[in-house]
């Protein structure tokens, strides 16, 4: 017989980066009692979002950083190809990296679902599961976790 | 006892841009007779998609349409950093935003899993639930939606 | 009466490309015997992803591959509008196209979550489920497949 478990999880981010939820996560799923099931975590921000990466070598989120601060840049939109001015947001009532995380957190993930057996997520041994914070300053989050199994 | 029900959605696009499906989500739901469970919503198509994003200032979807331009351009494939001649897409049968379109689709999300409680999506205070039309003309879009819940 | 399966899948990949997984996951379906329910995809790796695309045309994957390339250059990062040098990767202890797979594994998806119905997955006339491949070389691949459903 399958049962379901909704949990609230909050977060305090200390600024763009990540903060990594492998453990909290799988400390849920045991104390629901379930052992064999799937986790559906859902992001509750637009500024925030969800990633599955590496969890050995810190200059891959090093590097992941570096990367959307390039792609999305805080400055305006600049055609690929193009080398003249930016565009500049036209959302930027909260600040230069308001946008900017708004458009990072449509190119990675709000919501993934995972399985779990024995208690714990099933995942690869290199992989963790990751809050990434795109705002500059730390924020609470608040996260959604449904467990269905049994 | 967990029950399930599989929902087929149509949707008619006005051409490249946003349409909000949190209510017709959330009245499926309550359609259900279900309070509580797991929403797992497809796109079945590849030149759009879903996203989950900003609600409130209209200035949010209109730079995302402007960065997505900007990022996945009509008009070929230029490398980063580059300033040379873009490289035109093989893919063009169907016209210039075609392929452009599978690209986007491939950056953002072709499902999502979302929870409910009392009847209506579990969404952050400045979060809806958007299908993001790719191509350049309105389409009648097709979605499933799965709920499991009791 | 919900039921729930966990499988494990492999995949010999060939080197950057696509390996199209859609008949592979019906015949898990259609072997556990259930008919109707929810599919749950998890790539247990953090340089190659899944994504849901275009399955007629081979031009496509052919598009996506350069485009992906072009985005996300082994040659390192460089600033959206800029032509000065490119940032080399912090993580390149693997190979040059190490550091580009992560990135192009945060920008996809690494977990779906589909609907299958009559013991097939329910998609659009137009989509393949695929395992995205990001390293140059051939890699053996393991996902999870959780079905629930009756």
Known sequence: MLRQFLRMLAVQTSGEGFTDLTGAL??????SGLTLGTATLVCLHTSCSLTINENADPRVLQDLTSFARALVPQEGIVPAGAAGPRQPYRHADEGPDDMPSH?????????LSLSFQEGSLVLGTWQAVYLWEHRRLGQRRRLSLHLIGS
């Open 26 to 31: 799988n400390t849920e799923i045991q104390a």
């Open 103 to 111: 458009i990072r957190t449509a190119l990675t993930a709000t919501s």
